[in-house]
């Protein structure tokens, strides 16, 4: 038996991921209570409106002016997949599609051959703290599937499985199942195209909280060829089958057989990425993920061109009213509501 840690890392703002991830981002912000339009409630002097990442005051506006987030931009070639654990995100895109969605909900975006999206985030509560955090993570693409019909699937917190294990002790692992299967949670399904959908690229996206002191044991993958990344992110650290992991720190695991997590003297939140690797050449250049320089050069021209079906919403960085709750309406005008208002 091998070591059960192959390579640790610190973790920083973005942190290192491994095909057929390309990226992912922890966003943690302690947004203050909103004004009347859903934007902090707080003097913007001394910040870069328009690319605000310091963390001032312990949140960001990102490219926002008004609204914190991501007004619209392009993608292709790649997915986004947002897990939102608190606050809420306002999604508009070029496909006529919009959503609001948080608390627990996860959306899965599949650019493919070219979508434009924003990503608000809108402080609705006028009289308390509006704290935000969730996961941004892009999953790749093969090249078979690049040019795929641009795709959003909505997984909301009530179907998002959670699996609850206790150890002999009686202490207590939670498990959140955004992708791939475990000991029979098992998540809705990724979109067609994704490199997800296959069941033989064993993706897994999991978050995990452990109490104190807790154990449990990381069943094996699929085969040989997964690799499996975790990413301690709460708690002053835990051990990997014997091996110490520091706090915010993160390691690709081996996964041909289980291992044990145990967690230290603090309660330790873990987020797990696996996939098998695509294994096919990656260029990328800003909001495109292709496989050569001219599949690069092509998205951009497409772009000018069409601007990916234009923007049919009055600003770039448009919000939903305060009172609405999380909701989908999708591109061919089904919508999804959840009847939860999450207006203060």
Sequence with gaps: MGDAVIQTFPLGFQWPTIDPFLFCVHHDDAYPAGNEHLGPDAS??????????????????????????FPGHPHRGFETVTYVRRGIVDHSDSLGAAA????????????????VHSEMFP????????????????????ADDKMADPHFKMLWSGDIPRLVVTDDAGRVTEINVVAGAIEGARPPSPPPSSWASRSDA??????????????????SALG????????????????????????????VVRCDEPV????????VEILLLQGRPIGEPVERYGPF??????????AFADYRRTGFGGWPWPTDDPVHDRVEARFARHADGTVDRVTETVAP
């Design 44 to 69: 913007l002097d001394g910040r870069e409106l328009g690319a605000d990442f310091a963390g001032v005051d312990g949140w960001r506006m990102y490219h926002g002016q008004t609204v914190p987030g």
């Design 100 to 115: 609001r969605f948080g608390r627990g909900d996860a959306q899965w975006l599949t650019a493919g051959r070219g979508i």
């Design 123 to 142: 402080l609705l509560d006028p009289d308390a703290p509006n704290p935000l955090e969730l996961f941004q993570i892009w999953l790749n693409l093969p």
């Design 202 to 219: 064993d993706v897994a996206i999991w978050t995990i909280r452990m109490d104190p002191g807790a154990s449990w044991r990381l069943p």
């Design 224 to 251: 040989p060829a997964t690799v499996r990344t975790v990413f301690g992110f709460v708690g002053n650290g835990f051990d990997i089958g014997g091996h110490a992991i520091g706090p915010d720190t993160g390691a």
């Design 260 to 267: 044990v997590l145990t967690a230290g003297d603090e309660a």
């Design 289 to 298: 993920v292709m496989n050569d320089r001219a599949g690069i050069e092509t």
